[in-house]
């Protein structure tokens, strides 16, 4: 697979992600349904820590990756829920220390919302990856 960045600006790559990319020669397409800090019974963990929730859903999100034979480099778009845009910006450290050393920047959206399906988690990442 080939990625080809596309960015007109430059000011997201300061924050770790390419505007958009093409994918060029991939032939297998997973989209994953959005990844939250629960444990394998599905029961939230981490109520009220953002951090912990962050690396949680990180965790898991590596998971179903891994069970489809790819990695958070094959991911070609993420789309990140969250009840508190601030409190999760403070966390997207996380974000770099996973994906940084990867050389991995997919396209990412960030959007708040209102509450996520499960009470008392406060993110949730959408991915679409690609090999």
């Not at 505007?19 to 959005?34: H, P, V």
Request: aromatic content about 4%.
């Amino acid at each position: 697979m080939q990625r080809t960045a596309i960015n007109p600006w430059s000011w997201s790559l300061n924050l770790g992600y390419n505007q958009a990319e093409i994918i060029e020669g991939n032939r297998r397409q997973l989209n994953c349904a959005g990844q939250t800090a629960v444990d394998g019974e599905g029961r939230p963990q981490h109520p009220d820590d953002v951090r912990a929730q962050l690396a949680l859903t990180l965790t898991n999100l590596e998971a179903v990756l891994k069970a489809a034979d790819m990695g958070l480099a094959d991911i070609t778009r993420l789309v990140v829920y969250c009840t508190d845009v601030d409190e999760a910006l403070k966390h997207f450290d996380l974000m770099g220390s996973r994906f940084g050393p990867l050389g991995a920047s997919p396209p990412m959206t960030l959007l708040s919302v209102t509450r996520l399906a499960i009470p008392g988690l406060s993110i949730e990442i959408e991915a679409t990856a690609a090999d």
